[in-house]
C-alpha cells in the first residue's frame, strides 16, 4: 500500500488541488473536461469485470484485483476534483442523497429486492431522482 497516507477528503481534495496548480492544470480542469474525464474511467472499471461470472467477480485474482483498485482510484481523483472546482461537499451531498434514498426505499417495501423505487409497492412521486 501507499507510504503517502490520505487520511481524509479534505486531504485528497487539497493534494489534488495542489497536483493540478503545479502543473498549470486548471484551465482543463473545468467541469465538462472532468465529467467526460470521469466517465472514461468510470467506463474503464468495468474492463476487469468484462466476460465475468457474477460469482467470479467476487473472487478476483491479484493482478484484477489490482487493476480493478487503479481504476476506482482515478474514479475517486475524478470525482473528488470535480467536486472541488464545482465547491461541492461530497460528504454532505452523499449524506443528503442517502436521506433521499432511504424515503425511495423504504425497508419494509425494498428488502430483498431490486425493483426501482417507482415500481415498489405504494410507491409515490419523489424529487431529486
Known sequence: MSTH???SLDTLRRRLREFA?????????TPKNLVMALS????????PF???TPEQSLRLDDAQREAVRQEIADVLIYLT???DVLG???LDAAADKL??????????????NALKY???PGHSEFQND
Open 5 to 7: 497516507a490520505i487520511d
Open 21 to 29: 496548480e503545479a502543473r498549470a492544470w486548471e484551465p482543463y480542469h
Open 40 to 47: 472514461v474511467e468510470a467506463a474503464e472499471l468495468l474492463e
Open 50 to 52: 468484462q466476460w465475468l
Open 81 to 83: 476534483r470535480l467536486a
Open 88 to 90: 461541492i461537499d461530497l
Open 99 to 112: 436521506a433521499i434514498n432511504a424515503r425511495k426505499y423504504p425497508v419494509d417495501k425494498a428488502h430483498g
Open 118 to 120: 417507482s415500481c415498489l
